[in-house]
Each structure stands twice: as C-alpha cells, then as structure tokens.
C-alpha cells in the first residue's frame, strides 16, 4: 500500500466500503461511499434539517414557520396549543336565509324571494299561495 491513508470508509454499517472519493452527507456530516449518499439510503435522522416544507396549521389554514433543526409537527403543535386564530364559532354558515312564513324555522342556502311581495322563503313556501301572499296585485292560481 502507498497511500494508505488516502480515502475514507462508508459509515454505512452495512457496507463499510473504503471510498477514495468519499462524499459527505449534508445533513448528519458523515462520510458515505456513492452507493450511500442519498437519505433515504442510509436512513439518515437528520433529514429534517434539509426539509424546507413549510407545514399549514390543520386548524386556521395558516402557514406555520419552521425554523432549521425543528420539527415540523411539534412546531404545528404548539402553534395550535398556543398562537392558532381557528375559533369553530365563526366558520361561515350556509343556509343563513330564512323562510318570512310564520312558524316556519327552514332556512336555505341563496334567496328564494316572491315575486308579488319581495319576501324571502324556503323552497315549500316559495309559490305565493303557499304563504298566502298578502300582496295587493292579482293572485296567482296554482296551475299557472
């Protein structure tokens, strides 16, 4: 041997190859043959301080910054345990229009207003006979 100490042994456990041009992983700084190099083949546990991802809270739909060397679903969880705006109470609801009939409680999701007295109604009382339009024009018969 001239050069024995030229190169580097993989720190593969596995393979323990001696690499003349070894390459090191970026993320855990150990030295690894070509076959080993990426991640996911050496199941490197430092890969999330090269995931850039930038994880949105589950809750409020806001992106939540990850600083390097985090985690990113501890950092997700303590947002939602302590900075998240998501409040269930003002989710915007959908059927907001209310039936003018009285003593009918339905409500739908877009207007249903009469053409004769300009109220709103759901879609059982939307005919002026079916609300007994007290509008002051001519009534409309059922069938036409």
Known sequence: ME???LGEHCSEK???QLDFLPLNCDAC???FCKDHVQYEQHKCSATYKKDVQVPVCPLCHIPVPVGRGEIADVVVGQ???KDCKYNPAQEKKIFIHR???EGCKKKEMFKLLC???NDNFCIKHRHPLDHNC???G???SRAG
């Open 99 to 101: 039936c003018s009939k």
């Open 115 to 117: 053409d004769q007295c």
């Open 29 to 31: 700084n150990k030295v």
């Open 134 to 136: 007290k509008h002051s």
């Open 14 to 16: 596995t393979c323990k």
């Open 79 to 81: 947002h939602m345990d």
């Open 3 to 5: 050069f024995p100490d």
């Open 138 to 140: 001519h009534s409309v």
